[in-house]
């Protein structure tokens, strides 16, 4: 047979590694750039074909509706070439315990036997994605529209606000005013608390005014660039006027928006199957004009110039967030902790390493 056939490749159990949260921050903090560059790569290899992304898998519980767990598994390949999936859920009922909306684990699979390399904390390699897509969405963007915004509102004030305020200010951008909304007056005050102690400051120490808003149409007709960070079911803006003059808008959390306020502004996605899908906004819009003419273009049509946004309308990028972003991510994570000697891994994790025994 060996003669026949060839004699089959040497390949071995990999070690599975277990990282904690704290490692990955660890590994990650201070790099937000470099992270973008991963998150701008890894959309360009999506864009390519180089991926495998499947609809995600929402899983919801009849005696908690506003719940869930969403399982979304991919491959990437280029220079990471690893499988995986990211089981993240999403509970908002937690923070008036006080304690995190979300929390996640990632599963990396090894690319020539299948098996797990690792589990990791995932919810900070979430967080970390969605804001570096952010960050990267605004550059792109705001370089078509020919300006860059200086003032920026942050409609939301959690983890994910948090997370998109430290890209956009590690990646070069610098506000005259920060406006905050929240349903909550106390996560909008200890959101300005976060911005002042990150070095945002106040008017008279940077130049840098912070105005928490009482309505959201304060926060919106304020703001130039409108970052959507909120764990909103469905849509609860539902006014084009707000927007009349013409914002950039990173509408992040998917649905707050009613679809009259998509169908009066020029929409950028990054994946056009995965976004208009389990009644996201652009869903919505979908659903209730029979089409996706409302749709401009996905950010690589924008980045390369297969779509052009027009100057006399908002512009609205809804991200649903690619499993692949993850799975570069975490891979990333890994390969650093390999490479400096971090790694944790748990021997005799798998029993049964040997076919017959």
Known sequence: MSEQYGTPPAITVPPF????????????????????????DTYRLHSEGESVNPPSYFLRFPDRPNARIIALPASIGGGARVDGIKWISS???????????????????????????????????SAT????????????????RGSRPTRVGFFGTGLIARYVHTFLTATGWTFDT????DTSADSAAGFRAHLRAAGTGTATATGTRITVHDSPEELIRSSDLVVFATVAPRPHVTTPEWF???????????RDLAPEVLLASANVVDDVEHCLKADTSPHLAEQLTGSRDFLTGTLHDVTTGRAVLPA????????????????????????????TGQLHVIDDFFHERHRYG
């Open 17 to 40: 590694a277990v990282i904690s949260g704290a490692q990955v921050q660890h590994t990650l903090r201070g790099r937000e750039p470099d992270v973008v560059r991963l998150v701008e």
């Open 91 to 125: 509970f908002p009922d937690n923070v008036r315990s006080g304690i995190p909306r979300a929390s996640a684990v990632l599963i990396l699979n090894d690319h020539d036997t299948g098996y797990p390399l690792a589990c990791l904390e995932s919810s900070i390699i």
């Open 129 to 144: 994605r969605t804001a570096a897509m952010a960050a990267s969405a605004a550059a792109a963007l705001s370089r078509a």
């Open 178 to 181: 920060v406006g905050v909304h």
């Open 244 to 254: 009349d003059h013409n914002p950039l808008v990173l509408h992040v959390s998917l």
């Open 312 to 339: 006399d309308r908002p512009v609205v990028f809804s991200p649903f967030g690619l499993g692949v972003l993850d799975l570069a991510l975490g891979k990333h994570v890994y390969d650093e902790l390999t490479r």
